[in-house]
């Protein structure tokens, strides 16, 4: 396939009409006359068909102002009305009729047909069958939605990015999850539910709940405003006058202070009060070492590089996440490159793999994924290389070559901890590798089964023992696996909604959260403190998203807890939501 001018037309054919030169202009005017000419397709006016589509379809009925981006692959038989897109990599089979000012985002797959499953012969040679898809009018399907034969969508609707679609979707109807289950009315106040029986999911609706003043979604959307009502107390109360701690008894820190923006956005929208924006920017951006690219805690100077200009140092690893999220929120973002990670070839990145502890401290190694990772999203967005020519492939072709089959999983568990450090480490690792890059995990089912027997481990889980890294560690897997399979949906449902329960009576009035308790000494204890309100909030919608409430509370978090990937795949950045 051939390519003419500026690829970018080809990946945002937004900009075609208002950009694109005249010889952009006759070559998609080729493009469309070769489609055209086979008697198979019908385009209107103002269309764009990228050179990088695959576009076989044995029918194609193209509506005015419509697009087909690049790689997107599309056969059969595909009608549109007006003013629809087919972004980046979107897959359109089979049978699928779209109404007009559909929009559907990259990665998804829309599936109009399917296999039969007779056990009298190899899939391969059984007959397929097309129900169809129908989509209606103004309709936003967001990334990597999958939507099965047979489904009809209705006008208005809202699919949020991950879902599958198994089943119908009424007027107005905004779903989500894997199978897709109700959220809420489109056009309801956000927190108002209109019902559930639209889209049954078996791991909760969004007005079902429990507790005794009322539905679940109730004391979420009241947990809520009381939260959003006492941060500013709780960010003054934080603040000594020229820096955050965690606490008022507690040392000042850079967490702390990445800590109070992600709460302050959260909650507010805004920066924290004690300073303005710009001040807060300027801070976090002078913190940056510019030989290495890395954050030292205050007051402590950064170990010497090892041979292959790696540092080894955990909070200054940890600052990769907070400090680079702590800037993204506040619209900003690193000075420099973190360039630890961006001169690690990537023979040196494996030879870093293979040495970590993955037997013995299976949360260190995944710790230091998540952190090379997150070096690796930061250096992209700065315009450079994430890491050596490579490095990041090798990483996940790593990853992706070892994992554990029986659990789905890196390292061990041992018979002292259990599998605490296993799980543990798990969270650190896919939430800086393939979630943040939107990479499925591999073997979901085994993934949740390892969590789910971990989560009834009495030493972590039982009563009051819970504290907010293990809980987070157990929920954001569960959430992750759960976007690919609906393997135990009904114990993931039940298990989250017994935590959300108990996490929303932890709340100290006007102090926040306590990150809990750690027989360990990990973490700041019991004593309220940004730390363990930082996650706890972001617990809480990852918990109330698991049992199908998360609309009532009225924040998504957009830091280092974002459910959503930062990019779509190696290298794109993802839309914020």
């Known amino acids: 396939m051939d390519h003419t001018g500026d690829d970018r037309l080809d990946f945002l054919p937004w900009f075609f009409e208002a950009e694109a030169t005249g010889e952009q202009r006759a070559a998609q005017r080729e493009r469309q006359r070769r489609l055209t000419a086979a008697g198979t397709a019908e385009i209107g006016e103002r269309c764009f068909v990228s050179e990088r589509a695959a576009v076989h379809p044995d029918r194609l009925r193209l509506g005015d102002g419509s697009y087909i981006a690049a790689h997107a692959y599309v056969t059969g038989t595909v009608t549109t009305g007006a003013d629809c897109t087919i972004n980046p990599f979107t897959t359109v089979r089979g049978t699928v009729t779209l109404g007009e000012a559909v929009r559907i985002g990259a990665h998804t797959s829309l599936l109009g047909f399917n296999h039969s499953t007779a056990p009298d012969r190899p899939i391969h040679r059984q007959p397929t069958s097309s129900r169809g898809i129908t989509i209606g009018d103004d309709v936003w399907i967001g990334s990597q939605v999958v939507v099965l034969d047979g489904v009809t969508i209705g ?47 078996g791991s909760g609706t969004a007005t079902g709940g429990t507790g005794p003043d009322g539905g679940l979604a109730q004391r979420l959307a009241r947990f809520a405003d009381t939260a959003r009502a006492e941060a500013p107390a709780l960010l003054d109360r934080a603040w000594d006058g020229t820096a955050y701690r965690d606490r008022p008894d507690a040392a000042p820190t850079v967490r702390a202070h990445c800590d109070a923006v992600e709460i302050a956005a959260l909650l507010l929208g805004t920066a924290p009060a004690q300073l303005p924006a710009d001040t807060h920017i300027a801070r976090l951006r002078a913190l940056q070492d510019p030989a290495t690219g890395l954050v030292p805690e205050t007051g402590r100077e950064l170990p010497v590089p090892g041979a292959d200009g790696f540092v080894d140092d955990g909070a200054a690893l940890y600052h990769i996440l907070s400090v680079g999220y702590a800037l993204d929120l506040l619209g900003s973002s690193f000075a420099h490159p973190v360039h630890a990670v961006a001169g690690l070839s990537a023979g040196q990145l494996l030879d870093r793999l293979a040495a970590q502890p993955w037997h013995e401290r299976a949360w260190h190694a995944g710790s230091w994924v998540d952190a090379v990772a997150t070096a690796a999203h930061w250096n992209l967005g700065l315009g450079g290389e994430p890491a050596g020519p490579g490095a990041l492939e090798a990483l996940f072709g790593w990853l992706l070559t070892r994992t554990d089959p029986w659990t789905g999983m890196w390292g061990d568990a041992r018979a002292r901890e259990g599998r605490l450090q296993l799980v543990n480490g798990y969270y650190r690792l896919t939430r800086g590798s393939f979630a943040q890059f939107g990479v499925p995990v591999p073997h979901p089912e085994r993934v949740i089964d390892t969590v789910l027997d971990h989560a009834r481990d009495p030493r972590y889980f039982g009563a009051d023992r819970e504290n907010a890294c293990n809980v987070l560690d157990v929920a954001h897997p569960l959430w992750l696996a759960g976007r690919l399979s609906t393997h135990r949906a009904e114990d993931v449902r039940r298990w989250a909604t017994g935590q959300l329960e108990a996490a929303l009576d932890r709340w100290h009035p006007g102090h926040g959260f306590a990150f809990g308790p750690a027989p360990d000494g990990t973490g700041p204890g019991r004593a309220p403190g940004l730390q363990g309100t930082e996650m706890w909030l972001a617990i809480i919608w990852l918990l109330a998203d698991l049992t199908g409430h998360c609309d009532a509370l009225g924040y998504r978090p957009r830091g280092v807890h974002r459910p959503e990937p930062a990019r779509d795949g190696l290298g794109t950045t993802a839309p914020a939501r």
């Open 155 to 201: 006008d208005h609707c809202v699919i949020g990015a991950g879902a599958v679609v198994t089943r119908d979707v009424p007027d107005w109807a905004m779903v989500g999850g894997n199978p897709a289950r109700f959220i809420r009315d489109r056009r309801a106040p956000r927190g108002e539910s209109k019902g559930s029986t639209a889209v049954p999911a």
